[in-house]
């Protein structure tokens, strides 16, 4: 894949914004030393031909925008200036940003395209990351948003603080996104690593985004991202079978049924658009077993959290208390919808924390503020459903069930023959019905009227 066009900060910031939007925000400009802190002889010679060069006086330009019609702090990387670097200087406007981001309750948005720290202010350029880290831990304490566009491209430490600490990251096609930039790879490292695609792929990134399409897909992220609401999301109207079940076993069948309506088709019917959160940030995603993200139902924004009908991989889980954790610090309620056979239980599983995943996210669900509702749409097997499911919120479709095991290891721990888990499903009452009796759940959705 080709790399993509490299365009200079305000043409980066033309590409994302409303037009005739976009204001430069003041900030303290200090006066450096001669060559730099450390008098590195050629460095004002350096800038002053990057400044010639780019039409900058720094390797960032902050200001305010709107994009998509919703407001916003911009950080915009100018690539061209000495590599995109920070220095003390550059940490100067970003404090400056995220400070007047908090001044006027703003999202912030780092459109990143940087080779790191400047080697010409040696470690007074390395803490500026440091500086970063602390705006950045500030503004998520004041409960504001940060979505990250990553160019190219995005290395060292800009990527590990503006990119990778944002709640949400978008990636340009092709960009080279890694820690280590190409000229600091062990030799034999494969470069396909360092790519957008593989960092989405690896959990890292949320999507990746063909320019025409940004401001779009940016806009749509602010907008969901900026409106909290303190009521509970409703659950879904139910759309498969509309009949309880008369037995366990019934009950059983009717959610295995391959012609079940799954998540995807709940999420259809329930938003008018939505987002997609990918990825634990833990270097996994479970995009097959666990869909995550905001989305937009009847002009306010909620939250969700979906499985697929597959067992539920530790990264999977791992996302949705990415999600559910990013929802709660931004007051959006969240929706869950709860069908799996169970978590997935085997080695490379283990190896993956499959029990530390599922801990935290019980944690997550039992500590969270903002309101969670969920609905059992298919199989709710076990704890891997269970860790999902709301504490006192919880409804259920006609063509679900929910159980402490499926029927069929039920009666093998029971020593029961093969044949006997039919009875076995009745014994363990997990018809809709039964779970309403139990208090278990709240209630059955019906179909729209």
């Given at each position: 894949?080709?790399?993509?066009?490299?365009?200079?900060?305000?043409?980066?910031?033309?590409?994302?914004?409303?037009?005739?939007?976009?204001?430069?925000?003041?900030?303290?400009?200090?006066?450096?030393?001669?060559?730099?802190?450390?008098?590195?002889?050629?460095?004002?010679?350096?800038?002053a031909r990057a400044a010639e060069r780019t039409g900058e006086?720094?390797?960032?330009?902050?200001?305010?925008?709107?994009?998509?019609?919703?407001?916003?702090?911009?950080?915009?990387?100018?690539?061209?200036?000495?590599?995109?670097?920070?220095?003390?200087?550059?940490?100067?406007?970003?404090?400056?940003?995220?400070?007047h981001a908090r001044a006027h309750r703003l999202p912030v948005?780092?459109?990143?395209?940087?080779?790191?720290?400047?080697?010409?202010?040696?470690?007074?350029?390395?803490?500026?990351?440091?500086?970063?880290?602390?705006?950045?831990?500030?503004?998520?304490?004041?409960?504001?948003?940060?979505?990250?566009?990553?160019?190219?491209?995005?290395?060292?430490?800009?990527?590990?603080?503006?990119?990778?600490?944002?709640?949400?990251?978008?990636?340009?096609?092709?960009?080279?996104?890694?820690?280590?930039?190409?000229?600091?790879?062990?030799?034999d490292a494969d470069p396909a690593a360092y790519t957008a695609?593989?960092?989405?792929?690896?959990?890292?990134?949320?999507?990746?985004?063909?320019?025409?399409?940004?401001?779009?897909?940016?806009?749509?992220?602010?907008?969901?991202?900026?409106?909290?609401?303190?009521?509970?999301?409703?659950?879904?109207?139910?759309?498969?079978?509309?009949?309880?079940?008369?037995?366990?076993?019934?009950?059983?069948?009717?959610?295995?049924?391959?012609?079940?309506?799954?998540?995807?088709?709940?999420?259809?019917?329930?938003?008018?658009?939505?987002?997609?959160?990918?990825?634990?940030?833990?270097?996994?995603?479970?995009?097959?077993?666990?869909?995550?993200?905001?989305?937009?139902?009847?002009?306010?924004?909620?939250?969700?959290?979906?499985?697929?009908?597959?067992?539920?991989?530790?990264?999977?889980?791992?996302?949705?208390?990415?999600?559910?954790?990013?929802?709660?610090?931004?007051?959006?309620?969240?929706?869950?919808?709860?069908?799996?056979?169970?978590?997935?239980?085997?080695?490379?599983?283990?190896?993956?924390?499959?029990?530390?995943?599922?801990?935290?996210?019980?944690?997550?669900?039992?500590?969270?503020?903002?309101?969670?509702?969920?609905?059992?749409?298919?199989?709710?097997?076990?704890?891997?459903?269970?860790?999902?499911?709301?504490?006192?919120?919880?409804?259920?479709?006609?063509?679900?069930?929910?159980?402490?095991?499926?029927?069929?290891?039920?009666?093998?721990?029971?020593?029961?023959?093969?044949?006997?888990?039919?009875?076995?499903?009745?014994?363990?009452?997990?018809?809709?019905?039964?779970?309403?009796?139990?208090?278990?759940?709240?209630?059955?959705?019906?179909?729209?009227?």
């Open positions: 894949m080709s790399r993509p066009e490299r365009l200079s900060a305000r043409q980066f910031l033309d590409l994302v914004t409303d037009p005739g939007t976009f204001a430069g925000i003041p900030h303290r400009e200090r006066r450096p030393a001669p060559d730099g802190p450390l008098g590195w002889q050629g460095y004002d010679a350096s800038r006086r720094e390797s960032v330009v902050v200001g305010t925008a709107r994009v998509g019609g919703t407001a916003a702090v911009l950080i915009a990387f100018e690539f061209g200036y000495l590599g995109g670097s920070l220095g003390e200087r550059t940490g100067d406007r970003l404090e400056a940003a995220y400070a948005v780092p459109l990143i395209a940087t080779g790191g720290s400047r080697m010409q202010e040696g470690m007074l350029a390395l803490t500026q990351l440091q500086r970063v880290a602390r705006q950045s831990a500030l503004t998520r304490e004041a409960r504001l948003p940060q979505v990250a566009v990553v160019r190219d491209p995005t290395t060292g430490g800009g990527w590990a603080t503006l990119g990778a600490g944002a709640d949400v990251i978008l990636a340009l096609p092709g960009a080279q996104v890694g820690f280590a930039g190409s000229r600091v790879r062990p030799p695609e593989a960092q989405l792929a690896a959990g890292a990134a949320d999507a990746v985004v063909p320019p025409a399409e940004l401001r779009d897909c940016l806009g749509l992220w602010l907008r969901l991202l900026t409106r909290p609401a303190p009521e509970p999301a409703e659950p879904p109207a139910a759309l498969g079978r509309t009949g309880l079940p008369g037995t366990g076993w019934v009950a059983v069948q009717h959610a295995r049924d391959p012609r079940r309506p799954r998540a995807g088709a709940y999420l259809d019917a329930y938003f008018t658009r939505r987002a997609a959160l990918v990825g634990d940030r833990c270097g996994g995603a479970d995009p097959d077993g666990m869909l995550c993200g905001f989305g937009e139902r009847d002009g306010r924004t909620v939250a969700f959290a979906a499985q697929t009908g597959t067992a539920t991989r530790p990264a999977g889980f791992r996302t949705a208390a990415r999600l559910i954790r990013l929802a709660d610090r931004l007051g959006i309620p969240v929706l869950t919808l709860v069908d799996t056979p169970g978590a997935a239980n085997d080695a490379e599983a283990e190896r993956q924390g499959a029990g530390a995943a599922i801990a935290d996210l019980f944690g997550v669900l039992a500590a969270a503020r903002t309101p969670v509702t969920t609905l059992v749409i298919g199989e709710g097997g076990s704890g891997g459903a269970l860790a999902l499911a709301a504490p006192g919120n919880t409804w259920a479709t006609p063509d679900s069930y929910f159980s402490v095991i499926a029927p069929e290891p039920a009666a093998a721990i029971l020593k029961r023959p093969p044949e006997a888990a039919e009875a076995t499903a009745d014994h363990l009452r997990i018809r809709p019905q039964d779970l309403v009796e139990l208090g278990v759940i709240r209630g059955i959705v019906t179909a729209a009227p």
